[in-house]
């Protein structure tokens, strides 16, 4: 009987927190909702949105995880050094053409320390 007292017990303080748990949640999507509908719409300035799309056009926004997978795993077959095998893999591996691969080479050694 002690045993069954105290599963009762542990499954009545878990309801308890759980309920807390609950209340916290409403609490917080209350909050969040009050937040949303007082907060101020802003506009982003020009320069600013110019200075944006013109990174997205010098980067590589339809490279996907697995062509970059496929990249580290030819520079992990090839060597850093060999340019010629490792584009030709990634033209078998992706859809990319060979300008875009050696692009993309050059920025990954440019920056691979913040990647």
Same mark, same amino acid.
């Given at each position: 009987?002690?045993?069954?007292?105290?599963?009762?017990?542990?499954?009545? =303080?878990?309801?308890?927190?759980?309920?807390?748990?609950?209340? =916290?949640?409403?609490?917080?999507?209350?909050?969040?909702?009050?937040?949303?509908?007082?907060?101020?719409?802003?506009?982003?300035?020009?320069?600013?949105?110019?200075?944006?799309?013109?990174?997205?056009?010098?980067?590589?926004? +339809?490279?996907?995880?697995?062509?970059?997978?496929?990249?580290?795993?030819?520079?992990?077959?090839?060597?850093?050094? +060999?340019?010629?095998?490792?584009? =030709?893999?990634?033209?078998?591996?992706?859809?990319? +053409?060979?300008?875009?691969?050696?692009?993309?080479?050059?920025?990954?050694?440019? =920056?691979?320390?913040?990647?």
């Amino acid at each position: 009987k002690a045993k069954l007292c105290t599963a009762a017990g542990h499954t009545r =303080n878990a309801a308890m927190k759980g309920l807390r748990v609950s209340e =916290n949640a409403q609490e917080l999507l209350q909050r969040a909702d009050y937040l949303e509908s007082h907060s101020v719409a802003f506009d982003i300035p020009p320069e600013i949105l110019m200075e944006k799309d013109r990174l997205l056009r010098e980067g590589f926004p +339809d490279w996907t995880k697995k062509d970059f997978k496929a990249f580290c795993s030819c520079l992990e077959k090839y060597g850093r050094f +060999d340019i010629k095998s490792i584009v =030709n893999d990634m033209l078998v591996e992706s859809d990319k +053409d060979e300008a875009e691969i050696k692009r993309y080479f050059v920025a990954f050694w440019t =920056n691979f320390r913040r990647i």
